[in-house]
């Protein structure tokens, strides 16, 4: 009997692929959304989403591998299961909402130069129903970095409604020692 015939190998076959230069020319749309989507990893007071859009399955897969592996500070990198529309999967990548979070997709983007032969001017960032050009001092400014930012900024918009529906309003600030006797003191 042939012993080759039956010879498995216990071992799984590793892959050894990796992306290399131009692999993504054409298949990423150089738009970052942010926060247009619930984080799995947290509250979205703690966590920042930013997706990106792909022309391709694997491709998707490969950016996703690529954000997870390569970055210390993306705590979870996942693919759409399905089509957003045919042919287009999207890319999510979870971030902590904290000071550096700009230079971090900044230099992100800056690295996919070489995948995607995109600059970091050529991208656009659409947060909260508006699209600008990507900089990080757009992203700093619109984008809040901190959860108590984060709490504000969502608090804001929703108090007028919330008053309107007879719904307490929350409060912007987090009360104090010093805040409660101030207010005490004034007879609020």
Do not use: C
Request: proline share 5%; aromatic share 8%; glycine share 4%.
């Amino acid at each position: 009997m042939n012993q080759n015939k039956h010879n498995h190998n216990p071992l799984p076959r590793l892959l050894s692929e990796a992306l290399s230069y131009k692999d993504m020319e054409g298949m990423i749309k150089p738009t970052i959304h942010v926060d247009e989507f619930d984080s799995k990893m947290g509250d979205d007071d703690e966590i920042i989403t930013v997706s990106f859009f792909v022309r391709d399955r694997q491709a998707a897969q490969d950016l996703a591998n690529w954000f997870e592996k390569g970055y210390d500070w993306v705590l979870d990198a996942d693919v759409s299961p399905g089509e957003i529309r045919p042919g287009r999967y999207l890319v999510f990548i979870e971030m902590r909402r904290r000071s550096l979070a700009g230079q971090h997709i900044k230099d992100a983007l800056s690295d996919l130069e070489t995948l995607t032969e995109l600059s970091v001017s050529d991208w656009l960032m659409h947060y909260d129903d508006q699209e600008t050009e990507f900089s990080q001092e757009a992203f700093d400014r619109l984008v809040p970095l901190s959860p108590r930012e984060y709490r504000r900024q969502k608090n804001q918009d929703l108090n007028p409604l919330r008053s309107a529906s007879g719904i307490d309003v929350k409060s912007d600030y987090e009360s104090t020692p010093e805040i409660k006797k101030l207010q005490s003191a004034a007879g609020i």
